[in-house]
């Protein structure tokens, strides 16, 4: 019997240590693919990584090379970079942006690609980043109507002769065009202006103003809403009927725009192409978009009209933009720092 129980367990131990060996071998053949697939995932995970950060580092290059609102920058260490040496002139320059810095809390600024639709993307480039809603007068009308109401309606078939900056003459396919160009502006503007969180708002700017196709759009649209506005107020004039703002009175008492077609031809044909807005058209500008338009004008140090507001006469209701200029034609974005 003992010889019996013996032989059963040396049998067993037996059968155990043959399955030992061949479960072992499974285990480290199983382990061995397990580290195998680790270290694949990881080389994997590891290139997928480096692709991803190359292409985070491109597309912020191209965004970077392309954006035409940069990003900010000290304003002193702006002012001793751009204001270099012990001339007249420079000295006046940094003594005035030491006076913004100290006295008006102006610690950055952002650049703004210097061309000439400079003005007009400094101003909508801190519309749409501050989140502030169409002006009244554009909730209560369909703007992409306006270019067939100024065809159609009233008869201003002149408008074929609209240029849009660089592109210059149009011709017959004008007013398709400023549809789209209203469209564009309508848009974007809805869309940003609804988006709450203030850096899903500050990338959706910096996405918009990286595309030049989009920005110029934009700008031709405020350009054909500020025709539109001048030949409202030219009707209302002619007809004698109610009042109208006196920054119209002194735009169509200019010899070269005393009536819609020589300001369209003589002023806003050319903004974008080979000027920019000058001082009455930044007051019809902030009057139509119903922003005060604070502008610094480093120039005009230690007068009065070192700080001056487009338009002069505002609502308190009115939303309030900030630009910083050193000659009237080109304009910064100057950060306030408490």
Same mark, same amino acid.
């Given at each position: 019997?003992?010889?019996?129980?013996?032989?059963?367990?040396?049998? =067993?131990?037996?059968?155990?240590?043959?399955?030992?060996?061949?479960?072992?071998?499974?285990? +480290?053949?199983? +382990?061995?693919? #397990?580290?195998?697939?680790?270290?694949?995932? %990881?080389?994997?995970?590891?290139?997928?990584?480096?692709?991803?950060?190359?292409?985070?580092?491109? $597309?912020?290059?191209?965004?970077? @090379? !392309?954006?035409?609102?940069?990003?900010?920058?000290?304003?002193?260490?702006?002012?001793? @970079?751009?204001?270099?040496?012990?001339?007249?002139?420079?000295?006046? +320059?940094?003594?005035?942006?030491?006076?913004?810095?100290?006295? *008006?809390?102006?610690?950055?600024?952002?650049?703004?690609?210097?061309?000439?639709?400079?003005?007009?993307?400094?101003?909508?480039?801190?519309?749409?980043?501050?989140?502030?809603?169409?002006?009244?007068?554009?909730?209560? %009308?369909?703007?992409?109507?306006?270019?067939?109401?100024? #065809?159609?309606?009233?008869?201003?078939?002149?408008?074929?002769?609209?240029?849009?900056?660089?592109?210059?003459?149009?011709?017959? !396919?004008?007013?398709?065009?400023? %549809?789209?160009?209203?469209?564009?502006?309508?848009?974007?503007?809805?869309?940003?202006?609804?988006?709450?969180?203030?850096?899903?708002?500050? !990338?959706?700017?910096? =996405?918009?103003?990286?595309?030049?196709?989009?920005?110029?759009?934009?700008?031709?649209?405020?350009?054909?809403?500020?025709?539109?506005?001048? $030949?409202?107020?030219?009707?209302?004039?002619?007809? @004698?009927?109610?009042?109208?703002?006196?920054?119209?009175?002194?735009?169509?008492? %200019?010899?070269?725009?005393?009536?819609?077609?020589?300001?369209? +031809?003589?002023?806003?044909?050319?903004?974008?192409?080979?000027?920019?807005?000058?001082?009455?058209?930044?007051?019809?500008?902030? *009057?139509?978009?119903?922003?005060?338009?604070?502008? *610094?004008?480093?120039? @005009?140090?230690?007068?009065?009209?070192?700080?001056?507001?487009?338009?002069?006469?505002?609502?308190?209701?009115?939303?309030?933009?900030? #630009?910083?200029?050193?000659?009237?034609?080109?304009?910064?974005?100057?950060?306030?720092?408490?």
């Amino acid at each position: 019997g003992r010889y019996e129980v013996h032989s059963w367990t040396t049998a =067993t131990k037996q059968s155990v240590c043959l399955m030992w060996q061949k479960v072992k071998v499974q285990l +480290m053949l199983s +382990m061995s693919f #397990l580290v195998a697939v680790f270290w694949y995932c %990881r080389r994997l995970y590891s290139l997928l990584a480096q692709l991803l950060k190359r292409c985070s580092n491109y $597309v912020q290059r191209k965004l970077i @090379r !392309n954006l035409s609102v940069l990003t900010e920058v000290d304003l002193l260490g702006y002012s001793a @970079r751009e204001w270099k040496g012990e001339t007249k002139q420079a000295k006046h +320059m940094r003594e005035a942006y030491e006076e913004l810095f100290w006295s *008006y809390h102006i610690k950055y600024l952002r650049q703004v690609r210097r061309d000439n639709y400079c003005v007009l993307r400094a101003v909508l480039f801190q519309i749409f980043s501050q989140g502030i809603p169409f002006p009244s007068w554009m909730k209560e %009308r369909d703007i992409l109507k306006l270019p067939e109401k100024l #065809l159609y309606s009233q008869g201003c078939n002149w408008i074929q002769q609209y240029s849009f900056g660089p592109e210059r003459y149009m011709g017959p !396919n004008a007013f398709g065009k400023l %549809r789209k160009c209203m469209e564009t502006l309508k848009t974007n503007w809805t869309e940003i202006s609804a988006t709450k969180d203030h850096e899903e708002r500050g !990338n959706m700017c910096n =996405t918009l103003f990286s595309d030049e196709s989009k920005e110029h759009k934009l700008y031709e649209a405020i350009k054909f809403i500020m025709l539109y506005e001048v $030949v409202e107020a030219y009707e209302q004039i002619k007809n @004698r009927e109610e009042p109208i703002h006196n920054l119209f009175s002194l735009l169509l008492a %200019r010899d070269s725009s005393s009536d819609p077609l020589s300001f369209m +031809m003589n002023h806003l044909n050319s903004i974008g192409d080979s000027i920019c807005l000058d001082q009455v058209e930044l007051f019809l500008l902030g *009057y139509l978009l119903e922003v005060k338009i604070r502008v *610094y004008r480093l120039h @005009r140090f230690n007068t009065e009209e070192f700080q001056v507001n487009y338009p002069d006469e505002y609502r308190r209701e009115w939303n309030e933009i900030s #630009l910083l200029t050193e000659d009237d034609r080109y304009y910064h974005i100057p950060l306030f720092r408490t």
